[in-house]
T-cell receptor, first 115, second 114 residues
Framework: QQPVQSPQAVILREGEDAVINCSSSKALYSVHWYRQKHGEAPVFLMILLKGGEQKGHEKISASFNEKKQQSSLYLTASQLSYSGTYFCGTWVINAGGTSYGKLTFGQGTILTVHP | DGGITQSPKYLFRKEGQNVTLSCEQN?????MYWYRQDPGQGLRLIYY???????QKGDIAEGYSVSREKKESFPLTVTSAQKNPTAFYLCASSLATTYTYGYTFGSGTRLTVV
């Protein structure tokens, strides 16, 4: 089942912060985050594994709350280059307790950063 | 540099025609995937392959077919049975189909039915 992302769109000025959320109705093994610029391929940002870790990538970091089946992507001191559509992808745990072998993507969050 | 090459970048198809989208990777990845992206929507999985000569249907496989005869190649055929094929098609690969590996995407093929 597709994870739900919120908000659907964010508009920022350079230097402002943003948070993008990703929620799943199923227990998760991992959460992936990707950024896609218009007409281009999605680019892998980071992966968070079961265990509730938090990871960072330059000024972009993310957390994974296993109990709540949620992940959040934090963009601090945003730059013009951060503009794009952000997708979370979730890898679910199936009823048998094993990983279900595919990544399911959310509908995306459009981030626009203005000068 | 290693990566994924998709061709062509743009493709036009007439009603009733089959077309094949190419996807080649030189990353030595075992797993490969095809996703479809419609405007304003997320990526939906069409087919994926864990190893050569093996592939599984994704969420929207109807009207599509694939083959995996070589590790490097995973072509997608959009058949005439696919009623609404106009979309952006993305090929991806990962080291393996486990939850610990990120995906590398190709630059996509934009298919339009004319």
């Amino acid at each position: 089942q597709q994870p739900v992302q919120s908000p659907q769109a964010v508009i920022l000025r350079e230097g402002e912060d943003a948070v993008i959320n990703c929620s799943s109705s199923k227990a998760l093994y991992s959460v992936h985050w990707y950024r896609q610029k218009h007409g281009e391929a999605p680019v892998f940002l980071m992966i968070l594994l079961k265990g509730g870790e938090q990871k960072g990538h330059e000024k972009i970091s993310a957390s994974f709350n296993e109990k709540k089946q949620q992940s959040s992507l934090y963009l601090t001191a945003s730059q013009l280059s951060y503009s794009g559509t952000y997708f979370c992808g979730t890898w679910v745990i199936n009823a048998g307790g094993t990983s279900y072998g595919k990544l399911t993507f959310g509908q995306g969050t459009i981030l626009t950063v203005h000068p | 540099d290693g990566g994924i090459t998709q061709s062509p970048k743009y493709l036009f198809r007439k009603e009733g025609q089959n077309v094949t989208l190419s996807c080649e990777q030189n990353l030595n990845h075992d797993a490969m995937y095809w996703y479809r992206q419609d405007p304003g929507q997320g990526l939906r999985l069409i087919y994926y392959s864990q190893i050569v000569n093996d592939f599984q249907k994704g969420d929207i496989a109807e009207g599509y077919s694939v083959s995996r005869e070589k590790k490097e190649s995973f072509p997608l055929t959009v058949t005439s049975a696919q009623k609404n094929p106009t979309a952006f098609y993305l090929c991806a690969s990962s080291l393996a189909t486990t939850y610990t590996y990120g995906y590398t995407f190709g630059s996509g093929t934009r298919l339009t039915v004319v």
